[in-house]
């Protein structure tokens, strides 16, 4: 592995590098918290907020970021890195770079401290300076119809005070993001 890690935007057209993100995505993220991917698919080309990014070493495709870009902030749906990459630098670099090329603030969701991976997973995001909103209570809709509901914690990458944002934000994301209006 060489480490000559870099970014750059899915060609929908590379059935290659789609079918490799689509692999690390649905080995990722569990169904409940993930779209179907063809739809992810239909949005990148439907969707002006909805992006995605591949992470690259070299010309081969490792990791992807999912993200919807708004006015005030970014929104990482879904970041996820093959594991045979994990641990060796390749998602700091891709949040770290990232950030420079979109240089808002980052939003994004985690699931509460409640085992040892989640906890290594907050501590990666707050190792790159993520902040941990953990006192204000955070619902995230269903991706599928009769889905359920999950309570996680949403985290935040540069100046952005979520304390006064938050119910702004959870518009946005519900609106947007999830098309729902408000969850009961």
């Known amino acids: 592995m060489s480490n000559n890690y870099s970014l750059e935007y899915i060609d929908t057209q590379n059935?290659?590098?789609?079918?490799?993100?689509?692999?690390i995505y649905t080995y990722s993220f569990p169904e409940n918290e993930r779209r179907d991917f063809n739809f992810l698919l239909?949005?990148?080309n439907s969707d002006p907020y909805f992006n995605i990014v591949a992470v690259k070493d070299e010309q081969t495709t490792?990791?992807?970021?999912?993200?919807?870009?708004?006015?005030?902030?970014?929104?990482i749906e879904h970041f996820a890195i093959d594991e045979s990459y994990r641990g060796k630098?390749?998602?700091?670099?891709?949040?770290?770079?990232?950030?420079?090329?979109?240089?808002?603030?980052?939003?994004?969701e985690v699931e509460p401290?409640?085992?040892e991976l989640s906890?290594?997973?907050?501590?990666?995001?707050?190792r790159l300076n993520f902040y941990l909103w953990s006192d204000l209570h955070y619902i995230q809709p269903p991706y599928r119809?009769?889905?359920e509901s999950l309570k996680l914690i949403l985290?935040?990458?540069?100046?952005?005070?979520?304390?006064?944002?938050?119910?702004?934000v959870v518009d946005t994301l519900y609106d947007k993001v999830y098309k729902v209006k408000a969850l009961n």
């Open 62 to 75: 490792i990791g992807f970021i999912t993200y919807w870009e708004f006015m005030k902030y970014i929104y």
């Open 155 to 168: 985290m935040s990458l540069g100046k952005i005070d979520l304390n006064r944002m938050f119910q702004e």
């Open 89 to 108: 630098g390749a998602g700091k670099f891709a949040l770290n770079k990232f950030h420079q090329i979109i240089p808002l603030p980052i939003i994004l």
């Open 113 to 115: 401290p409640t085992n």
């Open 119 to 126: 906890k290594r997973r907050i501590s990666f995001y707050e």
């Open 15 to 23: 059935k290659v590098q789609v079918s490799t993100i689509e692999k």
């Open 42 to 44: 239909e949005l990148l």
């Open 145 to 147: 119809i009769g889905g």
